[in-house]
């Protein structure tokens, strides 16, 4: 597998409790995000590769989220949490919540950090992080960092400013009234 080279700007989420995540990846990819992370929390394992495989082919960076065995099976990158494990074998980016987390991302081509505000798409039991903690992760990393949690047009000018390589987005795409006009407002 090639190494994993995370270009900069909007990181997309898909969420099937929103909508279809292969229509969402494809709008993604169709809008010029960076990337797309398929997030199908309790899929089962056939159903997540086929959605893998489906997305295999997009011109977009495709990375599968916490589940290592699907990510190697559809020859794609993971990304994983800080209780996922060692480092694996295969390129992968790696969630983080603090800059002394963010200093030693192991063998991680990416990190995320986060959350950066307040967010309703997942559980956590961190509070929000804040854009000066955020700068002080970018400042720590020795790779890209893509902020995550509550980030919107409204909240993107305080992400760019401190410094992050790009911007994982789920809620402010997927909730939208017009998906494809939240992604156009997250690419400006």
Not at 102 to 116: E, K, L, S, T
Not at 128 to 142: I, K, N, T
Request: aromatic share 4%; net charge neutral; charged share 15%.
């Amino acid at each position: 597998m090639a190494p994993l080279v995370l270009p900069p700007g909007l990181y997309g989420i898909v969420d099937p409790t929103l909508g279809d995540p292969l229509a969402q990846a494809r709008l993604l990819a169709e809008e010029g995000a960076a990337a797309v992370q398929l997030r199908c929390k309790g899929w089962p394992r056939d159903r997540l590769l086929a959605l893998a495989e489906a997305c295999r082919g997009l011109p977009i960076v495709v990375v599968v989220n916490d589940d290592l065995d699907v990510a190697v099976a559809a020859g794609l990158p993971v990304h994983l949490g800080q209780g996922d494990g060692m480092d694996p074998t295969i390129p992968f980016g790696r969630s983080t919540h603090t800059p002394e987390q963010a200093r030693d991302p192991g063998a991680a081509a990416y990190i995320g950090f986060g959350p950066v505000f307040g967010t309703t798409s997942k559980e956590t039991p961190w509070s929000a992080r804040g854009p000066v903690m955020l700068a002080a992760a970018v400042r720590a990393s020795p790779v890209p960092v893509v902020a995550i949690g509550g980030i919107s047009a409204e909240t993107l000018p305080a992400v760019r400013a401190a410094g992050a390589h790009g911007w994982a987005v789920i809620g402010a795409i997927w909730r939208a009234p017009d998906p494809r006009a939240a992604i156009r407002a997250l690419l400006r």
